[in-house]
């Protein structure tokens, strides 16, 4: 295997698989050098766009074999193998990869700006059976359509008990409090439907996700006031617009400080809707 120095530490070696011969472009991750084709990267993300449009740093090094600028990745060497897997897939087929796979693809497509192979990943993480608290965490990481998460938030609802405190840590008070107050409706709808033991379980389907779909803020297919919601009157709060793509691409926010004055509002406003649940 070729290898070259960089910058004088240790050795740089050739990817096993993908430094490839015509490619126009060169990548340092670790200590693998991967030369691929650029149009990949510009097509797509501006984050590559930008890199490639940008001067070169004082002292950049230059692949012997090629004669293209090394960039360098702060990412793992098998990690951007795994990304770079997308576009070399040799069987055109992506169903033999695993979660672990595709949650690194959707957190390098969505650092790198990615959108249409991170709508690839969210597509192959539905096809799997991800348990409701680890798909809830995850998608709410990478801001994906809240939609997605309708199956996972009816299962919690119709658990016999609610959420650990360590899947409470998990989930955050947000969330659990509103799985709070939709078990509650739920009991309360089925005991008004004549259940002589009711239980969120117990909840005809169609009222449950129409009581998930108003405290979660789902698209309009999922709301509706059915009766026996256990539901209040609207105050004219409304639910998300309908749209085209099914994956919503946003940027990470920015996390909140802990303790801030926003939190604590909003865990507030929850409860006193609980309350409201309860008193209705």
């Not at 990470?252 to 309860?278: D, L, Y």
Request: hydrophobic share 35%; glycine share 6%.
């Amino acid at each position: 295997m070729a290898s070259s120095t960089c910058n004088g530490v240790g050795h740089i070696s050739h990817h096993p698989e993908y430094y490839i011969r015509d490619g126009n472009v060169t990548f340092i991750a670790e200590r693998s050098l991967f030369r691929v084709h650029k149009s990949f990267f510009e097509r797509e993300s501006e984050f590559f766009k930008n890199l490639f449009s940008s001067p070169p740093p004082e002292g950049e090094e230059i692949d012997e074999d090629s004669g293209t600028k090394r960039y360098r990745l702060d990412v793992k060497s098998d990690e951007f193998a795994q990304f770079l897997w997308i576009w070399y897939n040799p069987r055109y087929t992506y169903s033999r990869q695993g979660k672990e796979a595709w949650l690194t693809i959707l957190r390098l497509a969505t650092s790198w700006v990615f959108p249409e192979v991170r709508k690839l990943a969210v597509r192959q993480l539905e096809k799997l059976l991800l348990p409701p608290v680890e798909k809830i965490e995850i998608y709410k990481e990478y801001k994906i359509d809240n939609d997605l998460l309708l199956p996972s938030y009816i299962a919690l609802c119709k658990s016999p008990t609610l959420p650990s405190p360590a899947d409470g840590d998990r989930l955050k008070m947000d969330t659990v409090l509103k799985l709070a107050c939709a078990r509650e409706r739920a009991q309360r709808s089925a005991a008004e439907s004549g259940c002589r033991s009711p239980t969120s379980a117990a909840a005809d389907d169609e009222v449950l996700k129409a009581i998930i779909g108003e405290l979660f803020d789902l698209s309009p297919q999922f709301g509706g006031k059915p009766a026996n919601t256990g539901a209040q009157a609207p105050n004219g709060a409304g639910t998300n617009g309908s749209s085209d793509e099914v994956i919503t691409v946003k940027q990470p926010a920015v996390p909140e400080k802990k303790g801030s004055n926003a939190n604590g509002e909003q865990n507030v406003r929850i409860a006193n809707n609980i309350r409201g649940c309860r008193d209705s």
